[in-house]
């Protein structure tokens, strides 16, 4: 009985002191007094050390575990690439699913007036654009205004443009209107000799007279030589035409018409207003399969890429220990108390008992000497 006696005082007095030496971890949460005096050992040991366990855990976790190498390593993981990828593209394909116009977006960013005075500010910087186009220009030469594809282009084309000039005037002339109007010509010159061209017209058959001249005229607008002249003289125009400045070809009386009109034209040509009740959806679902194979991989890549690059500025700057530090210091103690139980719940509990174990061994060992020796 005697050891019976001592193995449950014993096993009681190891439970229940490390049973409250564990509450003594959070408990009391403040400080108790009697009168003035603090009573010892309130508040409990975390209560107490609170502040500095903070800055500690928070210095561990940023000199520790969260660091920039480690972040590095997670950034360069493939299987975070493949989950962001995936991420992106159902957050691509369920806004593509959805149709939103450009009127609304504004509408949900507080920008409607922006959407109202779109196409009057469009218009005004068109407007401001080309005034100062012609202000810059108006000294210069033409073929200095034009770009040099402009240039190019009639180079290459002038040749082809005097060929089918002269071809069309070849079938415009061999037709009966053609020689209508050769005939015409011919009475008229006959007419302007007075006298000396009706004595000329008696002695020639008008018709067949015509027929000979729309022929040879014919034949020489068909001739080599008569294209060369051509393609010579619409070269000599055109480089005589692009001697002048700009001013001189467009008076600035001009200016001011042609602005106007290119503007009305690029504003009918442009819709704004079909173009801001049109689906922003309408016009990126064509492209739908390249987003998501080509520009949402590319775009994770680039991110992930800058992320480590910058990561340990991005850390630096982002203060990780002491934001872990004002987070724990954000807890309340209940919280932090339910945190190490929910955590270490069952060991706190094996250390209870372990308590009780080791106390109940040395009441054993307490009644064997109080017997025996």
Do not use: C
């Not at 034009?146 to 005097?162: F, G, Q």
């Amino acid at each position: 009985m005697t050891i019976l006696f001592m193995v449950i005082v014993g096993a009681f007095i190891g439970a229940a002191t490390n049973f409250i030496a564990i509450r003594m971890l959070f408990r009391p949460f403040e400080a108790k007094y009697i009168g003035k005096w603090r009573i010892p050992f309130t508040p409990g040991v975390i209560p107490k050390r609170r502040e500095e366990l903070a800055v500690k855990i928070g210095e561990v976790v940023a000199e520790h575990l969260l660091t920039n190498e480690a972040v590095q390593a997670k950034l360069s993981e493939e299987e975070l690439r493949a989950e962001l990828i995936v991420t992106a593209n159902e957050l691509v394909q369920e806004k593509l699913a959805i149709e939103t116009t450009p009127r609304e977006l504004l509408a949900q960013w507080d920008m409607t007036a922006i959407g109202d005075t779109a196409h009057d500010k469009i218009a005004t910087v068109l407007k401001g654009q080309l005034d100062q186009f012609f202000v810059k220009r108006n000294e210069l030469a033409v073929k200095n205004v034009l770009p040099d594809v402009v240039h190019e282009e009639l180079a290459r084309k002038i040749p082809a443009i005097s060929t089918q000039t002269l071809a069309k005037i070849g079938l415009f002339t061999a037709s009966d209107a053609g020689k209508l109007q050769i005939k015409a010509m011919i009475e008229r010159i006959l007419a302007e000799r007075g006298k000396v061209g009706g004595m000329v017209g008696l002695f020639l058959n008008n018709d067949t007279f015509v027929t000979r001249m729309q022929k040879e005229v014919v034949k020489f607008i068909g001739k080599p030589e008569t294209e060369a002249v051509l393609e010579a003289l619409i070269v000599s125009e055109w480089q005589q035409f692009s001697e002048r400045a700009l001013v001189d070809v467009m008076p600035i009386e001009k200016q001011e018409q042609f602005s106007e009109q290119l503007i009305a034209e690029i504003m009918r040509t442009v819709q704004l207003e079909k173009w801001m009740d049109t689906p922003v959806q309408d016009w990126i679902r064509p492209y739908e399969q390249d987003i998501l194979d080509k520009v949402v991989p590319f775009l994770v890549d680039a991110v992930l890429q800058f992320a480590s690059e910058h990561s340990a500025e991005v850390m630096q700057r982002l203060e990780i220990g002491k934001m872990v530090q004002h987070q724990i210091e954000a807890f309340s103690l209940r919280e932090m108390e339910q945190i190490v139980l929910d955590i270490s719940g069952k060991e706190l509990k094996m250390i209870t008992y372990l308590g009780g174990f080791l106390g109940g061994f040395i009441g054993i060992l307490q009644g064997i000497i109080a017997i025996w020796f």
